[in-house]
């Protein structure tokens, strides 16, 4: 494969190739043989630096019996114009007593802009690497 310009002429070294390839004769009990120059397309066009993702998260409020926690839409207000790409709900992973009462350990997970973590941050958001094990 050689690269170069779309209007551009082929090296030397292609034609050459080229040549030979073509000179080829089919063997005797060949079925098919072929040899063709082909038109590429352009480089594909380069894209700006991928986005600078952090993952936070806060937990949802849930109650084992008891409330349902805060939703992922409803807590996405709270990070108000902060670029997310992402949101789940997820489970911090830490065994608890199966007991009414207590906190289910279930977060509200975003993924966002890096340029947004201290914004994140002041309405008390972590980073979620610092709340699973």
Avoid at 42 to 64: C, E, H, L, R, T
Avoid at 67 to 94: C, N, P, W, Y
Wanted: glycine share 8%; hydrophobic share 45%; aromatic share 6%.
């Amino acid at each position: 494969m050689e690269e170069r310009a779309g209007n551009a002429l082929p090296s030397k070294a292609l034609d050459a190739f080229a040549k030979k390839i073509s000179a080829l004769q089919p063997q005797s009990n060949a079925t098919f043989y072929a040899a063709s120059r082909v038109n590429v397309c352009a480089a594909p066009p380069k894209f700006g630096a991928a986005p600078q993702i952090v993952v936070i998260a806060k937990s949802d409020g849930s109650i084992a019996c008891g409330t349902q926690g805060i939703s992922l839409a409803q807590m996405r207000k709270e990070l108000g114009h902060i670029k997310v790409f992402s949101a789940l709900k997820k489970s911090d992973g830490k065994i608890r007593p199966a007991v009414c009462g207590i906190a289910t350990g279930r977060f509200n997970v975003y993924v966002i802009d890096k340029s947004g973590l201290l914004n994140a941050t002041e309405h008390g958001f972590s980073l979620w690497s610092s709340l699973v094990d």
